[in-house]
């Protein structure tokens, strides 16, 4: 528009005009174009009304039709041109007041339109140079010019200056200061959005031997802006950077992005941008603050309801990476003093230290240290894994968790990354750990024994993890199966697991004491096939709980009987010889056993044997004789639940008949 103004001025002057008008089919200079320009006045030594029509006017690219000059005040002649009237540009209407001196080459404009203001002051000799002042512009009307913005503009101002010069139709510098106030946009599909931005931009350009240098910065007073997923309160952000642009193409040196409750990212090497291509590129950061970066730069990455997505962490970390040609192949991060919480899911890590070191083209030694942490309230000790990595692969040959008196020992775990999917796969053993210790950590009813087992290979790919054999457990004294294990999306919300338990010759004694239920002598069987848990809920089993065979001493005592009627709701009844009750604490029993067919929410109960109107779920045997038979054969899961938590607990009333 300015280049325009300037050149109908040249124009003018060129052209040896007596006569009341003249046409000009084209004028151009640099970053401009005027086509079909009529002038009519009063000619030259003439003052009074004169006009420019200018049919089609090219600004940078920008096609304007229709633009207008009126004069209403205007003076010709050997020494000045001035002009004072009003402008009719791509809509808009201004008020303008130009003055230009031919032999010095001196050009001061301004225009103003409902509170906006620009003032133009140039020297147009053959080393030429100009300033140009502007506030009051509002954004949202800049914004509807440019209708290939890829936001819209809600509202803001915009002021400011700019520096040009340069020597004939040539620019050879350009250097400018904008500041942006109250700056809201968003786009159609709420993917990017900012509000209440307040910013300042400062940029250069000149002119080199191979073509032109540009360096910009930009600082972020205040506001906020969301570019999906990322949310930032902006509050003395700023980014630095510097480039060159030659042969068409625009090309990033280096740049520096700093946010104060975060730390510095600087990034250097052959960036080429519009569009982006990453030929050769350093990436650095120092004392990156963990807690800031994690919550702002990570979390929002993750899934909604995975493992990491409730969590918080902090430390510091430092990172140096390399990119060729869009791909890393070189990467150092060291990490100290960190940690990572997520109370939701009941697991902390803490003295988190790591020096991990990686190349795509060469084997790499990593360390990872743990000081302690602990998992759903059950805590381990020290943690030490030498991590050989090689490209997209790594190995770990032995690792050791310190798990309160015992070990569980991971050995030769490998992963590999295929097809932008991580597989893995691990085997190990747990030594003895006390079942007192862990019950009194977890807050459970004291048990007794020990818990131990082989883990055998466990393999992670596509998503899913599979057991490649049976976990083997020692507990209560007995032995304890898991096989078929496979869990789909594991560390998702979504989670869905199908195994199949086998436990056998369980004591009774050690699992009933450990719970206000009453007490049990005896062994026990149970199985448990076509597990399925989704979010780690119950969906479906069959399970069977009975008395072991075999000869061993079977008494239950009368608050068991209780309990166990009582988690019926009146479903259960126990027929005792009543005559016996006030003498007898405990009493013998031949079988006992009960089945559950989980579905749909519906637990399908039997026992040992049907009988009229139920099923035995304790049959008698010595003196007293005791029957206890259950009568409800479908209850509800969750009130079944319900029930088993009260007994345990001996909040419930029972039913004797």
């Keep these: 528009m300015f280049g325009c103004l300037i050149a109908l001025v040249m124009g003018l002057v060129s052209h040896d005009v007596w006569a009341l008008g003249f046409s000009a089919s084209r004028i151009s200079g640099p970053g401009f174009t005027a086509r079909n320009v009529v002038f009519s006045g009063n000619g030259y030594h003439a003052s009074g009304p004169m006009y420019v029509l200018i049919g089609r006017l090219e600004i940078f690219g920008k096609v304007l039709h229709h633009s207008r000059l009126d004069c209403t005040e205007s003076q010709w002649n050997a020494s000045r041109f001035t002009c004072k009237g009003r402008l009719s540009l791509a809509g808009h209407i201004y008020s303008i007041n130009l003055y230009y001196l031919f032999r010095s080459h001196k050009l001061n404009l301004v225009l103003k339109s409902h509170g906006q203001q620009i003032q133009l002051d140039a020297d147009l000799a053959s080393n030429w140079h100009g300033q140009m002042k502007f506030g009051g512009i509002e954004l949202k009307l800049l914004g509807s010019q440019m209708p290939d913005l890829p936001v819209r503009m809600t509202s803001g101002m915009l002021g400011g200056q700019v520096m040009i010069s340069g020597r004939g139709k040539q620019v050879s510098k350009l250097d400018g200061r904008l500041l942006i106030s109250a700056l809201a946009f968003s786009d159609p599909g709420g993917n990017h959005a900012a509000d209440n931005q307040y910013a300042e931009v400062s940029f250069g350009i000149s002119r080199g031997q191979s073509g032109l240098v540009w360096r910009s910065r930009i600082y972020w007073k205040n506001g906020e802006v969301y570019f999906k997923p990322v949310y930032l309160r902006q509050t003395g952000d700023t980014l630095d950077a510097k480039g060159r642009y030659a042969k068409g193409q625009w090309q990033l040196d280096s740049a520096s992005l700093f946010l104060p409750q975060t730390g510095t990212l600087s990034v250097s090497g052959q960036i080429q941008l519009f569009p982006l291509d990453l030929k050769q590129v350093d990436i650095h950061s120092s004392g990156i603050d963990l807690k800031n970066a994690w919550a702002q730069f990570i979390i929002p990455f993750l899934p909604s309801g995975s493992l990491l997505s409730d969590s918080t962490a902090t430390g510091h970390l430092d990172l140096m990476m390399h990119v060729q040609e869009g791909s890393p192949v070189e990467l150092h991060a060291k990490l100290e003093n960190a940690s990572l919480l997520n109370s939701a899911r009941n697991f902390a890590f803490n003295g988190i230290s790591v020096d991990f070191p990686w190349r795509a083209d060469r084997s790499e030694l990593a360390f990872f240290h743990i000081d302690s942490g602990h998992w759903a309230k059950l805590p381990f000790g020290s943690i030490d894994v030498p991590l050989v990595t090689k490209g997209m692969s790594f190995s770990v040959k032995k690792s050791v968790i310190p798990v309160l008196d015992g070990q569980l020992i991971l050995r030769n775990a490998k992963g590999m990354k295929k097809k932008n999917t991580w597989q893995w796969s691990v085997d190990g053993v747990l030594t003895p750990v006390s079942m007192s210790e862990v019950s009194r950590i977890m807050g459970w009813p004291l048990m007794q024994g020990q818990l131990s087992g082989q883990i055998p290979l466990v393999t992670y790919a596509n998503h899913r993890l599979d057991l490649g054999g049976v976990i083997k457990a020692r507990v209560f004294n007995g032995d304890m199966t898991i096989a078929g294990l496979e869990v789909t999306h594991p560390f998702d919300s979504h989670a869905l697991l199908h195994a199949n338990f086998d436990a056998k010759r369980l004591d009774l004694g050690l699992m009933t004491r450990a719970f206000s239920f009453g007490s049990i002598e005896g062994l026990l069987d149970a199985r448990v096939t076509s597990l399925e848990l989704y979010d780690w809920h119950p969906i479906y089993f069959n399970a069977r709980i009975e008395s072991s065979a075999g000869n061993y001493r079977r008494r239950i005592s009368q608050e068991a009987v209780r309990s166990i009627t009582a988690i019926g709701g009146g ?75 009260a007994a345990t607990s001996g909040k419930m009333k029972p039913v004797i008949r």
């Design 571 to 645: 479903g259960a009844s126990a027929a005792i010889q009543r005559g016996f009750l006030q003498f007898f604490h405990t009493f013998g029993y031949s079988r006992l056993g009960i089945s559950c067919l989980l579905e749909a929410g519906i637990c399908h109960m039997r026992g040992i044997e049907d009988v009229p109107g139920g099923y035995v779920i304790i049959a008698g045997g010595g003196v007293p004789s005791l029957t206890v038979v259950g009568h409800n054969t479908n209850v509800d899961w969750q009130i079944l639940v319900d029930r088993l938590i």
